[in-house]
């Protein structure tokens, strides 16, 4: 073998070395390092515990915990076999994962601190943060633990309140030093309709009586060291207020025989009924704007405080004006705005114009060509219009009535108002008008006669008592 393949043979041997060795020792398992690690204070179980070195201060607080012992318990149950005895060996700690749903669960706020434990490493004491590290994930408030270390876990002992525009309301742990900025933090900072040129704290001065401190929240946010950025003290409550109307989406929407139905968006106080028409690219050919609504879905607008009042009251409780309005009223369109559609979009006149409001509901119907007879006809259903004609042609066209249909009760329902009306001979049928004939209330004859005697009855003992005082 010549020097140069002797050369190439060493080169991919050593090659061949390099790239398997680290997967062969690999192969032989390694045994993990243990800490003892004390946990004392307010916990569930403190003592003693052997956690992997790769722990930190919240690894090591789940050992003392009960909910730890009990899920242990049931998964050991889960794998072992009947005739061996349930046993918790310290070393099998490393085993246990915490699922979210359970981590959250054994931190739940009980009488334990989370933002004031001391992890004591022999003369040294550590100020732990557990909150700072499970809602802002800072690592420095989560160190890993040494042998020896001994995690004091004090009772919770002040907290305070934020409510308003910030992320996440709700009480909060206090430590020394914490400012209002800190609480701000933990409640994931602030929103964007969070109004920054004054804030409020509600504090108590003894056990009753409380003072207001307000504060600027924009002067804290551009100099948290600065003078605004106040001490807090337990049982303070922070308020954050919004901005009124703070980037209101206002919208209208249009539908119908529009070449582009949708929603739109729209001015407050600036966008009107003709500029959306306009951006809708106007009616169809189909569109028949004699038809043309406009519907207003404002609560304040819909109020209608004599309904309300009318709508608690019997029907004997109401005077026949009454009633009236009642019934008109169960008849209109909710919310129905009074505008000339039609003339607007033909003539572009602004008084027929209207300034639109967040959730106006515009609707240009297809042209109708029919007439609806509904009710006590033998063929009811839709008619062609023809203009000009009356009720009766469209009866006639239906088939006329039928023997139980009450002609006195035939009411014409306008399409363009949905107004009932009684027609004449003269009334001119609309296109879209809708013709409806009552049928014949059933009649109880032999009721009719029970009333007629009972009257009879009445009247009679009446006139034989009137008549035995006249002759005595």
């Known amino acids: 073998m010549s020097k140069l393949k002797k050369k190439y043979f060493v080169l991919i041997i050593i090659g061949f070395l390099v790239v398997n060795l680290p997967a062969q020792f690999s192969k032989y398992n390694v045994e993990e390092t243990f800490y003892s690690i004390s946990v004392v204070g307010a916990v569930d179980n403190p003592g003693v515990f052997l956690v992997p070195s790769s722990s930190r201060v919240s690894d090591v607080i789940k050992f003392s915990k009960t909910e730890f012992f009990e899920k242990q318990i049931e998964i050991k149950k889960a794998e072992k076999k009947e005739e061996i005895e349930i046993i918790l060996p310290e070393e099998k700690y490393k085993g246990y994962i915490v699922d979210p749903e359970f981590e959250e669960k054994i931190f739940a706020s009980k009488n334990e601190s989370l933002r004031n434990v001391i992890l004591r490493r022999g003369n040294e004491k550590i100020k732990v943060d557990l909150q700072r590290f499970f809602i802002l994930g800072d690592e420095s408030n989560n160190p890993y633990v040494l042998d020896g270390d001994i995690i004091i876990i004090p009772s919770k002992v002040s907290e305070v309140s934020i409510y308003g525009a910030v992320n996440n309301i709700g009480n909060y742990e206090l430590t020394d030093n914490d400012r209002i900025s800190d609480i701000i933090e933990l409640a994931l900072g602030l929103k964007p309709e969070a109004y920054l040129n004054e804030g409020e704290i509600v504090r108590f001065k003894d056990n009753y009586e409380t003072e207001k401190l307000k504060f600027n929240l924009r002067k804290i946010v551009e100099d948290p060291e600065g003078y605004e950025n106040l001490l807090l003290k337990n049982d303070d409550r922070i308020y954050i207020r919004s901005i009124p109307n703070f980037h209101i989406k206002e919208y209208a929407n249009i539908a119908g025989e529009v070449k582009l139905p949708g929603i739109y968006a729209i001015e407050e106080n600036k966008t009107t009924l003709l500029k959306i028409l306009e951006e809708s690219g106007g009616p169809t050919e189909k569109a028949e704007l004699e038809y043309a ?107 006329g009535l039928v023997w139980n249909a009450q002609k006195s009760k035939i009411r014409l329902i306008r399409a363009s108002s949905g107004k009932w009306i009684k027609p004449k001979k003269s009334t001119i049928i609309e296109e879209g008008d809708i013709i409806f004939i009552a049928e014949k209330p059933e009649i109880d004859y032999w009721k009719i006669i029970k009333d007629l005697f009972y009257t009879v009855t009445q009247v009679t003992a009446l006139y034989i008592f009137i008549d035995s005082i006249i002759t005595r």
């Open 293 to 399: 609504f406009l519907q207003r879905k404002s609560e304040k607008d819909e109020i209608d405080p004599e309904f309300l009042r009318l709508k608690e009251m019997s029907r004997n409780e109401m005077t026949n004006l009454e009633y009236a309005y009642f019934k008109n009223v169960l008849r209109e369109i909710k919310g129905k705005f009074s505008v000339d559609i039609e003339n607007l979009w033909k003539t572009k006149d602004s008084k027929y114009d209207i300034i639109l409001r967040s959730g106006d509901f515009v609707y240009i119907p297809e042209n109708i060509s029919t007439v609806s007879v509904s009710g006590q006809v033998k063929n009811p259903g839709l008619i062609s219009f023809v203009p000009g004609e009356n009720y009766e042609y469209y009866l006639e066209q239906a088939g």
